[in-house]
């Protein structure tokens, strides 16, 4: 299990901080590429953005480092929540693969979060 939970956990990073960064630093591009972005502002878009960052290192640093690992399982938590979020900003919007999408990446964070917390805890 602690296997699985690490490959989940890194391509949530990978994920999660490719698509922070494009919102975070590249608004435009962010904008062409994901058309909901144009429905942020830029500010809104920057700390959404931000806080993906600093959701996919929490999912590596600490456990890696060995330094606080049970912040993982509450980076993994907090990115379902925002995930779960993302679920409904796009439901109003209709935006039917962007809906599955987050959802996906959604329950995959949970996992990850229900694994560290309870069944294979740093």
Request: aromatic share 12%.
């Amino acid at each position: 299990m602690n296997v699985a939970l690490w490959i989940a956990q890194v391509v949530l990073a990978l994920a999660f901080f490719g698509a922070g960064y494009d919102q975070a630093a590249n608004y435009d591009d962010a904008k062409r590429r994901m058309a909901w972005v144009s429905a942020l502002a830029r500010p809104t878009a920057a700390i959404f953005g931000i806080l993906e960052i600093l959701g996919a290192i929490g999912l590596i640093v600490p456990a890696w480092t060995g330094v606080h690992p049970r912040v993982t399982a509450f980076a993994a938590l907090a990115l379902a929540l925002l995930m779960a979020g993302a679920v409904v900003f796009h439901v109003r919007r209709d935006e039917i693969p962007q809906i599955a999408f987050s959802a996906t990446f959604g329950l995959v964070a949970a996992f990850v979060a229900i694994g560290r917390f309870a069944i294979s805890p740093f």
